[in-house]
Protein backbone atom coordinates (compact mmCIF):
# COMPACT_ATOMS: atom_id res chain seq x y z
CA UNK A 1 0.00 0.00 0.00
CA UNK A 2 1.35 3.09 -0.94
CA UNK A 3 0.07 6.96 -0.02
CA UNK A 4 -4.15 7.67 0.61
CA UNK A 5 -5.46 8.09 -2.62
CA UNK A 6 -8.61 9.74 -0.94
CA UNK A 7 -10.42 9.80 1.80
CA UNK A 8 -14.38 10.17 1.79
CA UNK A 9 -17.70 10.95 4.12
CA UNK A 10 -21.27 10.86 3.01
CA UNK A 11 -23.77 11.31 5.69
CA UNK A 12 -26.97 13.87 6.51
CA UNK A 13 -27.64 16.36 8.87
CA UNK A 14 -31.18 17.67 9.19
CA UNK A 15 -32.09 15.45 6.79
CA UNK A 16 -29.76 16.75 4.07
CA UNK A 17 -26.65 14.87 2.40
CA UNK A 18 -23.33 16.04 2.17
CA UNK A 19 -20.92 14.26 0.71
CA UNK A 20 -16.69 15.31 1.11
CA UNK A 21 -13.83 13.75 -0.28
CA UNK A 22 -9.80 14.62 -0.92
CA UNK A 23 -7.12 13.52 -1.24
CA UNK A 24 -5.63 15.27 1.20
CA UNK A 25 -5.23 14.95 5.13
CA UNK A 26 -8.14 16.97 6.51
CA UNK A 27 -11.42 18.33 5.24
CA UNK A 28 -14.54 20.00 6.75
CA UNK A 29 -17.31 21.77 6.72
CA UNK A 30 -19.07 24.14 9.60
CA UNK A 31 -19.98 21.38 12.05
CA UNK A 32 -18.55 18.24 10.45
CA UNK A 33 -14.53 17.67 9.58
CA UNK A 34 -12.91 14.26 9.37
CA UNK A 35 -9.10 13.76 8.61
CA UNK A 36 -6.41 10.73 8.21
CA UNK A 37 -3.71 10.24 10.13
CA UNK A 38 -1.10 7.94 8.05
CA UNK A 39 2.36 6.95 9.15
CA UNK A 40 2.83 3.99 6.70
CA UNK A 41 2.14 1.22 9.45
CA UNK A 42 -1.55 2.65 11.25
CA UNK A 43 -4.24 4.63 9.69
CA UNK A 44 -6.77 6.84 11.79
CA UNK A 45 -9.51 8.36 10.22
CA UNK A 46 -11.76 10.20 12.01
CA UNK A 47 -15.29 12.04 11.51
CA UNK A 48 -16.24 14.19 14.18
CA UNK A 49 -19.18 16.37 14.21
CA UNK A 50 -19.99 18.82 16.79
CA UNK A 51 -24.38 17.93 16.01
CA UNK A 52 -25.85 14.93 15.48
CA UNK A 53 -25.89 13.30 11.80
CA UNK A 54 -26.61 10.06 10.46
CA UNK A 55 -23.62 8.36 8.84
CA UNK A 56 -23.85 7.34 5.10
CA UNK A 57 -20.30 6.40 4.04
CA UNK A 58 -17.33 6.63 5.48
CA UNK A 59 -13.61 5.15 4.18
CA UNK A 60 -10.90 5.26 2.27
CA UNK A 61 -8.78 4.05 -0.76
CA UNK A 62 -4.71 3.64 -1.31
CA UNK A 63 -2.98 3.06 -4.55
CA UNK A 64 -1.37 -0.47 -4.47
CA UNK A 65 0.48 -2.21 -7.71
CA UNK A 66 -0.98 -5.66 -7.76
CA UNK A 67 1.75 -8.29 -9.69
CA UNK A 68 0.54 -10.83 -11.50
CA UNK A 69 2.04 -13.71 -8.68
CA UNK A 70 0.17 -12.12 -6.04
CA UNK A 71 -2.36 -13.81 -4.25
CA UNK A 72 -5.37 -12.03 -2.26
CA UNK A 73 -7.11 -13.26 1.03
CA UNK A 74 -9.88 -11.22 2.31
CA UNK A 75 -11.84 -12.86 5.10
CA UNK A 76 -15.22 -14.06 4.75
CA UNK A 77 -18.17 -12.31 6.70
CA UNK A 78 -18.56 -14.96 9.04
CA UNK A 79 -17.52 -18.50 9.86
CA UNK A 80 -19.13 -20.46 6.85
CA UNK A 81 -17.96 -17.62 4.34
CA UNK A 82 -15.94 -19.07 1.70
CA UNK A 83 -12.53 -17.29 2.29
CA UNK A 84 -9.63 -18.94 0.16
CA UNK A 85 -6.52 -16.91 -1.81
CA UNK A 86 -7.12 -15.44 -4.99
CA UNK A 87 -5.66 -14.20 -8.44
CA UNK A 88 -5.84 -11.45 -9.43
CA UNK A 89 -7.87 -11.60 -11.58
CA UNK A 90 -10.97 -13.69 -9.70
CA UNK A 91 -14.19 -12.73 -9.39
CA UNK A 92 -16.58 -13.00 -6.35
CA UNK A 93 -20.44 -13.95 -7.03
CA UNK A 94 -22.96 -12.58 -4.62
CA UNK A 95 -26.80 -13.59 -5.32
CA UNK A 96 -27.95 -11.76 -8.04
CA UNK A 97 -27.46 -14.86 -10.18
CA UNK A 98 -30.22 -16.96 -7.93
CA UNK A 99 -33.66 -16.23 -8.89
CA UNK A 100 -35.39 -13.64 -6.37
CA UNK A 101 -38.09 -16.41 -5.70
CA UNK A 102 -35.68 -18.93 -4.16
CA UNK A 103 -33.48 -15.70 -2.60
CA UNK A 104 -36.69 -15.06 -0.66
CA UNK A 105 -37.97 -18.33 0.05
CA UNK A 106 -34.79 -19.46 1.31
CA UNK A 107 -33.57 -16.32 2.90
CA UNK A 108 -29.77 -16.24 1.41
CA UNK A 109 -29.31 -12.90 2.01
CA UNK A 110 -29.45 -13.17 5.76
CA UNK A 111 -26.76 -15.70 5.93
CA UNK A 112 -23.40 -13.32 5.15
CA UNK A 113 -22.77 -9.54 3.93
CA UNK A 114 -25.12 -9.60 0.73
CA UNK A 115 -27.75 -6.90 1.77
CA UNK A 116 -24.96 -3.99 2.59
CA UNK A 117 -22.13 -5.23 0.93
CA UNK A 118 -21.89 -4.87 -3.12
CA UNK A 119 -20.40 -7.83 -5.48
CA UNK A 120 -19.28 -6.57 -8.70
CA UNK A 121 -18.56 -10.03 -9.89
CA UNK A 122 -15.99 -8.59 -12.08
CA UNK A 123 -11.97 -9.67 -12.23
CA UNK A 124 -10.31 -8.26 -9.38
CA UNK A 125 -12.94 -6.88 -7.21
CA UNK A 126 -12.74 -8.69 -4.56
CA UNK A 127 -14.16 -8.10 -0.55
CA UNK A 128 -13.80 -9.06 3.12
CA UNK A 129 -13.97 -8.51 6.80
CA UNK A 130 -11.68 -7.18 9.81
CA UNK A 131 -8.54 -8.77 8.15
CA UNK A 132 -6.65 -9.58 4.86
CA UNK A 133 -3.51 -9.98 3.00
CA UNK A 134 -2.10 -9.97 0.08
CA UNK A 135 0.80 -12.13 -0.62
CA UNK A 136 3.56 -12.88 -2.89
CA UNK A 137 6.12 -16.00 -2.26
CA UNK A 138 6.74 -15.37 1.67
CA UNK A 139 6.44 -12.12 1.83
CA UNK A 140 3.14 -10.91 2.88
CA UNK A 141 0.94 -7.34 3.41
CA UNK A 142 -1.38 -7.57 6.24
CA UNK A 143 -3.81 -5.02 6.04
CA UNK A 144 -6.29 -5.53 9.82
CA UNK A 145 -9.01 -3.67 11.45
CA UNK A 146 -7.94 -2.30 15.07
CA UNK A 147 -11.49 -1.18 16.08
CA UNK A 148 -14.31 -3.32 14.41
CA UNK A 149 -16.23 -3.26 17.72
CA UNK A 150 -17.78 0.28 16.96
CA UNK A 151 -18.54 -1.40 12.99
CA UNK A 152 -17.13 -3.89 10.89
CA UNK A 153 -14.25 -3.23 8.38
CA UNK A 154 -14.19 -3.87 4.79
CA UNK A 155 -11.35 -4.41 2.60
CA UNK A 156 -11.48 -4.13 -1.43
CA UNK A 157 -9.43 -4.48 -3.93
CA UNK A 158 -9.82 -3.20 -7.36
CA UNK A 159 -6.89 -4.60 -8.87
CA UNK A 160 -7.46 -2.83 -12.34
CA UNK A 161 -7.06 0.04 -10.87
CA UNK A 162 -4.77 -0.51 -8.11
CA UNK A 163 -6.68 0.42 -5.48
CA UNK A 164 -7.31 -1.16 -2.12
CA UNK A 165 -10.31 0.56 -0.51
CA UNK A 166 -11.37 0.74 3.45
CA UNK A 167 -14.40 1.67 4.53
CA UNK A 168 -16.72 0.99 8.02
CA UNK A 169 -20.42 -0.23 7.44
CA UNK A 170 -21.67 2.22 9.36
CA UNK A 171 -24.94 3.36 6.83
CA UNK A 172 -28.29 4.80 8.98
CA UNK A 173 -25.68 5.32 12.42
CA UNK A 174 -26.49 8.26 13.84
CA UNK A 175 -24.02 9.83 16.30
CA UNK A 176 -22.53 13.05 17.41
CA UNK A 177 -18.61 13.69 18.99
CA UNK A 178 -16.16 11.21 17.10
CA UNK A 179 -16.06 8.29 15.06
CA UNK A 180 -12.95 6.58 13.56
CA UNK A 181 -11.94 3.67 11.96
CA UNK A 182 -8.08 1.82 12.92
CA UNK A 183 -5.97 0.23 10.41
CA UNK A 184 -2.89 -1.59 10.85
CA UNK A 185 -0.88 -2.72 7.74
CA UNK A 186 1.96 -4.91 8.48
CA UNK A 187 4.92 -6.23 6.26
CA UNK A 188 6.87 -9.70 6.61
CA UNK A 189 6.47 -13.66 6.76
CA UNK A 190 3.68 -14.85 7.83
CA UNK A 191 4.45 -15.60 11.18
CA UNK A 192 5.95 -11.86 12.00
CA UNK A 193 2.83 -10.18 10.44
CA UNK A 194 -0.09 -12.38 12.20
CA UNK A 195 1.71 -12.39 15.34
CA UNK A 196 1.93 -8.41 15.27
CA UNK A 197 -1.59 -8.38 14.22
CA UNK A 198 -2.73 -10.05 17.56
CA UNK A 199 -0.02 -7.74 19.32
CA UNK A 200 -1.98 -4.69 18.36
CA UNK A 201 -5.28 -6.03 19.04
CA UNK A 202 -3.99 -6.84 22.87
CA UNK A 203 -4.90 -10.49 22.33
CA UNK A 204 -2.53 -12.16 24.04
CA UNK A 205 -1.97 -15.73 22.88
CA UNK A 206 -4.84 -18.56 23.44
CA UNK A 207 -4.23 -20.85 26.28
CA UNK A 208 -7.62 -23.46 25.71
CA UNK A 209 -5.78 -27.11 25.42
CA UNK A 210 -6.75 -29.11 22.16
CA UNK A 211 -9.40 -31.26 22.55
CA UNK A 212 -10.36 -34.42 20.88
CA UNK A 213 -13.67 -36.01 20.67
CA UNK A 214 -16.85 -36.93 19.33
CA UNK A 215 -20.11 -34.97 18.22
CA UNK A 216 -23.43 -36.42 17.47
CA UNK A 217 -24.36 -33.94 14.18
CA UNK A 218 -22.89 -35.67 11.61
CA UNK A 219 -24.23 -39.21 12.65
CA UNK A 220 -27.34 -38.47 13.07
CA UNK A 221 -28.28 -34.69 12.48
CA UNK A 222 -31.38 -33.83 14.12
CA UNK A 223 -32.40 -37.51 14.74
CA UNK A 224 -30.73 -37.89 18.68
CA UNK A 225 -31.92 -39.52 21.60
CA UNK A 226 -30.96 -40.92 24.79
CA UNK A 227 -30.28 -44.45 23.52
CA UNK A 228 -28.22 -43.24 20.30
CA UNK A 229 -25.95 -41.15 22.41
CA UNK A 230 -25.16 -43.88 25.29
CA UNK A 231 -24.24 -46.37 22.55
CA UNK A 232 -21.61 -43.33 20.64
CA UNK A 233 -20.58 -43.32 24.11
CA UNK A 234 -19.33 -46.65 24.20
CA UNK A 235 -17.94 -46.42 20.85
CA UNK A 236 -14.85 -44.15 21.71
CA UNK A 237 -13.89 -46.66 24.65
CA UNK A 238 -11.86 -49.33 22.32
CA UNK A 239 -10.09 -46.07 21.41
CA UNK A 240 -6.24 -45.60 21.87
CA UNK A 241 -7.21 -41.90 22.44
CA UNK A 242 -9.39 -40.78 25.46
CA UNK A 243 -11.54 -38.34 23.80
CA UNK A 244 -11.83 -34.71 25.79
CA UNK A 245 -15.26 -34.17 24.41
CA UNK A 246 -18.75 -35.94 23.76
CA UNK A 247 -20.99 -33.25 22.53
CA UNK A 248 -24.36 -33.11 21.98
CA UNK A 249 -25.39 -31.30 19.02
CA UNK A 250 -28.63 -30.17 17.22
CA UNK A 251 -31.69 -32.39 17.80
CA UNK A 252 -31.97 -32.86 22.01
CA UNK A 253 -34.72 -29.72 22.51
CA UNK A 254 -38.15 -29.55 21.15
CA UNK A 255 -37.85 -26.59 19.25
CA UNK A 256 -35.16 -23.89 18.03
CA UNK A 257 -35.27 -21.54 20.93
CA UNK A 258 -37.07 -23.35 23.52
CA UNK A 259 -33.84 -24.28 25.78
CA UNK A 260 -35.46 -25.53 29.04
CA UNK A 261 -35.93 -28.69 28.72
CA UNK A 262 -35.42 -31.24 26.39
CA UNK A 263 -37.88 -33.32 24.23
CA UNK A 264 -39.21 -35.56 26.50
CA UNK A 265 -39.85 -38.39 24.23
CA UNK A 266 -35.88 -38.21 23.02
CA UNK A 267 -34.92 -37.66 26.68
CA UNK A 268 -37.00 -39.10 28.97
CA UNK A 269 -34.44 -38.99 31.87
CA UNK A 270 -33.39 -35.35 30.64
CA UNK A 271 -30.14 -33.49 29.84
CA UNK A 272 -28.43 -34.11 33.24
CA UNK A 273 -28.66 -37.92 32.92
CA UNK A 274 -27.00 -37.67 29.07
CA UNK A 275 -23.98 -35.28 31.15
CA UNK A 276 -23.62 -37.56 34.09
CA UNK A 277 -22.70 -40.32 31.71
CA UNK A 278 -20.63 -38.41 29.49
CA UNK A 279 -18.93 -38.01 32.84
CA UNK A 280 -18.84 -40.82 34.28
CA UNK A 281 -17.08 -41.97 30.95
CA UNK A 282 -14.44 -39.74 31.89
CA UNK A 283 -14.95 -37.02 29.12
CA UNK A 284 -16.31 -33.00 29.07
CA UNK A 285 -19.35 -33.05 28.21
CA UNK A 286 -20.41 -30.62 25.45
CA UNK A 287 -23.67 -29.39 23.89
CA UNK A 288 -25.69 -27.00 21.08
CA UNK A 289 -27.25 -24.24 21.17
CA UNK A 290 -28.11 -21.22 19.06
CA UNK A 291 -29.15 -18.28 21.82
CA UNK A 292 -29.91 -15.45 19.44
CA UNK A 293 -32.06 -17.33 17.33
CA UNK A 294 -35.95 -18.70 17.72
CA UNK A 295 -37.50 -21.07 14.97
CA UNK A 296 -41.22 -20.65 14.20
CA UNK A 297 -42.51 -23.53 15.82
CA UNK A 298 -41.10 -22.51 18.63
CA UNK A 299 -42.30 -21.71 22.21
CA UNK A 300 -40.55 -18.39 22.22
CA UNK A 301 -41.59 -17.47 19.06
CA UNK A 302 -45.38 -18.03 19.97
CA UNK A 303 -45.35 -16.56 22.89
CA UNK A 304 -42.85 -13.76 22.90
CA UNK A 305 -42.85 -11.85 19.78
CA UNK A 306 -41.95 -8.72 21.57
CA UNK A 307 -38.49 -10.42 21.85
CA UNK A 308 -37.51 -10.79 17.97
CA UNK A 309 -36.11 -7.82 16.01
CA UNK A 310 -38.14 -5.87 14.02
CA UNK A 311 -37.45 -3.73 10.40
CA UNK A 312 -38.13 -0.68 9.46
CA UNK A 313 -41.38 -1.39 8.61
CA UNK A 314 -42.13 -3.90 11.93
CA UNK A 315 -41.24 -7.00 10.13
CA UNK A 316 -39.93 -9.43 12.21
CA UNK A 317 -36.46 -10.28 11.00
CA UNK A 318 -35.51 -13.53 9.77
CA UNK A 319 -32.50 -15.53 10.54
CA UNK A 320 -32.47 -18.02 7.45
CA UNK A 321 -34.48 -21.10 6.69
CA UNK A 322 -33.05 -23.67 8.83
CA UNK A 323 -35.85 -25.99 10.97
CA UNK A 324 -39.19 -24.07 10.41
CA UNK A 325 -37.72 -20.91 9.33
CA UNK A 326 -36.13 -18.87 12.17
CA UNK A 327 -36.11 -15.21 13.82
CA UNK A 328 -33.25 -13.04 15.49
CA UNK A 329 -33.79 -12.22 19.14
CA UNK A 330 -33.28 -8.84 20.56
CA UNK A 331 -29.97 -8.83 22.32
CA UNK A 332 -31.17 -5.24 24.02
CA UNK A 333 -34.58 -6.29 25.26
CA UNK A 334 -34.23 -7.62 29.09
CA UNK A 335 -36.71 -10.35 29.41
CA UNK A 336 -34.37 -11.44 26.00
CA UNK A 337 -31.44 -11.18 28.60
CA UNK A 338 -32.96 -12.57 31.48
CA UNK A 339 -34.64 -16.09 29.82
CA UNK A 340 -30.57 -16.57 28.18
CA UNK A 341 -28.96 -16.14 31.62
CA UNK A 342 -31.85 -18.72 32.71
CA UNK A 343 -30.72 -20.85 29.56
CA UNK A 344 -26.77 -20.65 30.90
CA UNK A 345 -27.72 -21.32 34.49
CA UNK A 346 -29.60 -24.50 33.59
CA UNK A 347 -27.38 -26.03 31.05
CA UNK A 348 -24.38 -25.33 32.99
CA UNK A 349 -25.11 -25.22 36.97
CA UNK A 350 -28.35 -27.81 36.43
CA UNK A 351 -27.32 -30.30 34.01
CA UNK A 352 -23.54 -30.00 34.21
CA UNK A 353 -22.50 -28.98 30.34
CA UNK A 354 -18.85 -27.97 30.51
CA UNK A 355 -18.20 -27.02 26.68
CA UNK A 356 -20.89 -24.87 25.14
CA UNK A 357 -21.12 -24.62 20.91
CA UNK A 358 -22.41 -21.47 20.55
CA UNK A 359 -24.14 -21.31 16.68
CA UNK A 360 -26.38 -18.77 14.22
CA UNK A 361 -24.65 -16.00 16.19
CA UNK A 362 -24.40 -13.65 13.16
CA UNK A 363 -28.40 -13.60 13.12
CA UNK A 364 -28.28 -11.26 16.07
CA UNK A 365 -26.39 -8.35 14.07
CA UNK A 366 -28.00 -8.62 10.74
CA UNK A 367 -30.76 -5.27 11.86
CA UNK A 368 -28.25 -2.40 12.77
CA UNK A 369 -30.04 0.48 14.69
CA UNK A 370 -29.72 3.79 14.67
CA UNK A 371 -27.59 3.69 17.61
CA UNK A 372 -25.42 0.76 16.36
CA UNK A 373 -23.72 -0.87 13.75
CA UNK A 374 -23.98 -4.16 13.52
CA UNK A 375 -20.13 -4.61 14.97
CA UNK A 376 -21.17 -2.92 17.79
CA UNK A 377 -24.09 -4.71 18.28
CA UNK A 378 -21.89 -8.10 17.68
CA UNK A 379 -19.49 -7.39 20.18
CA UNK A 380 -22.02 -6.53 22.34
CA UNK A 381 -23.61 -10.34 21.95
CA UNK A 382 -20.23 -11.76 22.50
CA UNK A 383 -19.80 -10.06 25.87
CA UNK A 384 -22.87 -10.95 27.25
CA UNK A 385 -22.16 -14.42 26.30
CA UNK A 386 -18.80 -14.53 28.09
CA UNK A 387 -20.75 -13.09 30.69
CA UNK A 388 -23.97 -15.29 31.19
CA UNK A 389 -21.63 -18.84 30.77
CA UNK A 390 -20.16 -18.55 33.91
CA UNK A 391 -16.45 -19.58 33.43
CA UNK A 392 -17.54 -22.62 30.99
CA UNK A 393 -16.14 -23.19 27.59
CA UNK A 394 -17.73 -21.57 24.53
CA UNK A 395 -17.15 -23.17 21.05
CA UNK A 396 -18.44 -20.04 18.79
CA UNK A 397 -20.05 -20.93 15.34
CA UNK A 398 -21.60 -18.95 12.70
CA UNK A 399 -19.95 -15.73 14.09
CA UNK A 400 -18.37 -13.00 12.28
CA UNK A 401 -14.87 -13.79 13.15
CA UNK A 402 -13.04 -10.38 14.39
CA UNK A 403 -16.00 -10.36 17.08
CA UNK A 404 -15.03 -13.85 17.95
CA UNK A 405 -11.20 -12.63 18.95
CA UNK A 406 -10.07 -12.95 22.28
CA UNK A 407 -14.12 -13.92 23.19
CA UNK A 408 -14.39 -17.66 22.75
CA UNK A 409 -12.07 -20.68 23.39
CA UNK A 410 -12.68 -22.15 20.27
CA UNK A 411 -14.41 -20.98 17.02
CA UNK A 412 -15.86 -22.52 13.59
CA UNK A 413 -13.85 -21.53 10.71
CA UNK A 414 -15.44 -23.06 7.94
CA UNK A 415 -19.00 -23.99 6.93
CA UNK A 416 -20.70 -27.40 7.56
CA UNK A 417 -18.82 -30.39 6.00
CA UNK A 418 -20.82 -32.52 4.27
CA UNK A 419 -21.26 -36.60 3.69
CA UNK A 420 -20.25 -36.02 0.41
CA UNK A 421 -17.14 -33.88 -1.33
CA UNK A 422 -19.30 -30.94 -3.01
CA UNK A 423 -22.36 -30.69 -2.56
CA UNK A 424 -25.12 -31.20 -5.54
CA UNK A 425 -24.50 -29.20 -9.02
CA UNK A 426 -26.99 -27.04 -8.58
CA UNK A 427 -26.19 -26.23 -4.35
CA UNK A 428 -22.68 -25.13 -6.18
CA UNK A 429 -23.99 -21.84 -7.67
CA UNK A 430 -25.68 -21.15 -3.95
CA UNK A 431 -24.99 -18.56 -0.99
CA UNK A 432 -21.33 -18.19 0.11
CA UNK A 433 -22.27 -20.41 3.21
CA UNK A 434 -23.53 -23.16 1.41
CA UNK A 435 -22.28 -26.57 3.16
CA UNK A 436 -19.10 -28.00 1.24
CA UNK A 437 -16.28 -30.38 2.63
CA UNK A 438 -14.12 -29.10 -0.07
CA UNK A 439 -15.34 -25.68 0.86
CA UNK A 440 -14.37 -26.40 4.38
CA UNK A 441 -11.33 -27.87 4.16
CA UNK A 442 -10.21 -24.82 2.16
CA UNK A 443 -11.71 -22.56 4.92
CA UNK A 444 -9.77 -24.12 7.60
CA UNK A 445 -6.22 -23.87 5.28
CA UNK A 446 -6.78 -20.44 4.91
CA UNK A 447 -7.34 -19.05 8.30
CA UNK A 448 -5.25 -21.23 9.38
CA UNK A 449 -3.20 -18.52 11.12
CA UNK A 450 -5.79 -17.72 13.75
CA UNK A 451 -5.54 -21.19 15.74
CA UNK A 452 -3.62 -20.04 18.74
CA UNK A 453 -4.09 -16.43 18.04
CA UNK A 454 -7.49 -15.51 17.99
CA UNK A 455 -9.18 -18.73 19.95
CA UNK A 456 -8.52 -22.36 19.02
CA UNK A 457 -9.77 -23.45 15.50
CA UNK A 458 -12.34 -25.65 14.43
CA UNK A 459 -12.44 -27.07 11.39
CA UNK A 460 -15.46 -29.44 11.65
CA UNK A 461 -15.44 -33.15 11.59
CA UNK A 462 -13.33 -35.48 9.69
CA UNK A 463 -15.01 -38.75 8.90
CA UNK A 464 -13.28 -41.81 8.24
CA UNK A 465 -16.47 -44.40 8.05
CA UNK A 466 -17.79 -46.01 4.86
CA UNK A 467 -21.50 -46.29 5.12
CA UNK A 468 -23.42 -42.96 4.46
CA UNK A 469 -20.38 -41.21 3.78
CA UNK A 470 -19.81 -40.90 -0.07
CA UNK A 471 -16.23 -39.27 -0.69
CA UNK A 472 -13.19 -41.04 -1.57
CA UNK A 473 -10.87 -42.65 0.03
CA UNK A 474 -8.27 -39.83 -0.67
CA UNK A 475 -11.02 -36.91 0.26
CA UNK A 476 -11.41 -38.54 3.47
CA UNK A 477 -7.66 -38.41 4.01
CA UNK A 478 -7.44 -34.73 2.85
CA UNK A 479 -10.62 -33.71 5.37
CA UNK A 480 -9.06 -35.26 8.09
CA UNK A 481 -5.17 -34.49 7.52
CA UNK A 482 -5.87 -31.06 6.99
CA UNK A 483 -8.34 -31.06 10.26
CA UNK A 484 -5.93 -32.23 12.21
CA UNK A 485 -2.66 -29.89 10.99
CA UNK A 486 -5.04 -26.36 10.89
CA UNK A 487 -6.92 -26.55 14.27
CA UNK A 488 -7.29 -27.40 17.58
CA UNK A 489 -10.15 -28.79 17.77
CA UNK A 490 -10.09 -32.60 15.98
CA UNK A 491 -13.81 -34.07 16.25
CA UNK A 492 -15.16 -36.92 14.49
CA UNK A 493 -18.79 -38.17 14.08
CA UNK A 494 -17.97 -41.75 13.63
CA UNK A 495 -19.28 -45.03 14.95
CA UNK A 496 -15.38 -45.32 16.56
CA UNK A 497 -16.48 -48.90 17.50
CA UNK A 498 -16.73 -49.76 13.82
CA UNK A 499 -13.24 -48.81 12.78
CA UNK A 500 -11.73 -51.56 10.89
CA UNK A 501 -7.19 -52.07 11.15
CA UNK A 502 -6.98 -48.95 8.60
CA UNK A 503 -9.16 -46.36 9.90
CA UNK A 504 -7.29 -46.86 13.28
CA UNK A 505 -3.82 -46.43 11.86
CA UNK A 506 -5.36 -43.35 10.26
CA UNK A 507 -6.86 -41.88 13.37
CA UNK A 508 -3.29 -42.87 14.79
CA UNK A 509 -1.42 -40.76 11.92
CA UNK A 510 -3.69 -37.90 12.40
CA UNK A 511 -2.70 -37.86 16.06
CA UNK A 512 1.30 -37.36 15.31
CA UNK A 513 0.04 -34.88 12.30
CA UNK A 514 -1.78 -32.21 15.01
CA UNK A 515 1.87 -31.69 16.66
CA UNK A 516 3.12 -30.43 12.91
CA UNK A 517 3.83 -26.82 12.03
CA UNK A 518 2.39 -25.83 8.92
CA UNK A 519 4.36 -23.84 6.74
CA UNK A 520 2.58 -22.98 3.24
CA UNK A 521 -0.35 -23.43 1.57
CA UNK A 522 -0.75 -22.92 -2.20
CA UNK A 523 -4.08 -23.42 -4.32
CA UNK A 524 -3.12 -23.69 -8.24
CA UNK A 525 -6.48 -24.82 -9.54
CA UNK A 526 -7.73 -27.48 -7.52
CA UNK A 527 -4.83 -28.53 -6.71
CA UNK A 528 -3.71 -27.86 -3.10
CA UNK A 529 0.00 -28.14 -2.09
CA UNK A 530 0.82 -27.83 1.37
CA UNK A 531 4.39 -28.31 3.39
CA UNK A 532 4.62 -28.53 7.39
CA UNK A 533 7.37 -29.58 9.45
CA UNK A 534 7.39 -32.59 12.30
CA UNK A 535 9.81 -33.64 14.49
CA UNK A 536 11.96 -31.35 12.34
CA UNK A 537 11.77 -32.68 9.52
CA UNK A 538 9.92 -31.64 6.10
CA UNK A 539 7.05 -32.72 4.34
CA UNK A 540 5.39 -31.69 1.16
CA UNK A 541 2.15 -32.93 0.39
CA UNK A 542 -0.66 -32.37 -2.68
CA UNK A 543 -4.47 -32.70 -2.29
CA UNK A 544 -6.85 -32.77 -5.50
CA UNK A 545 -9.50 -31.03 -4.58
Not at 5 to 26: E, H, V, W
Not at 385 to 391: D, F, V, Y
Request: proline fraction near 2%.
Amino acid sequence: MKEVNCIRLSYKQNGKPFRLMTDGSAAQTDSVRFSADWDGTRLTLRVHAETEIELLAFGADFLHDFTEDARIFLNGYQSWTDSTEHTIHDKMRGLDHIPDKITEKYAFTQYGDYGFQPYYNEAGRLHGWTYGYIRRGTEYLLIGALNDENGFTCIETDTENSLIGLHKDCAGLHMAGDYTMEIIVLRGTEKEVFDGYFRALGIPPVTAQPLFGYTSWYRHYQNIDEQKLLNDLLGLHGLDYRADVFQVDDGWETAVGDWLSADPEKFPNGMQNIADAIHAAGHHAGIWLAPFVCEEKSAVFREHKDWLCTGENGEYIKGGSNWSGFYALDLYNEDVRAYLREVFDTVIRTWGFQLLKLDFLYAVCIQPRPDKTRGRIMADAMDFLREITQGAQILGCGVPLGSAFGKVDYCRIGCDVSLDWDDKAYMRVMHRERISTKRSVLNSVFRRQLDGRAFGNDPDVFLLRGQDVVMRAAQKQCLAEINALTGSVLFTSDDCAMYNDNQEMMLRRLMRMREAELLSAELAGDVLTIRFRRDNKEYVKQYAL
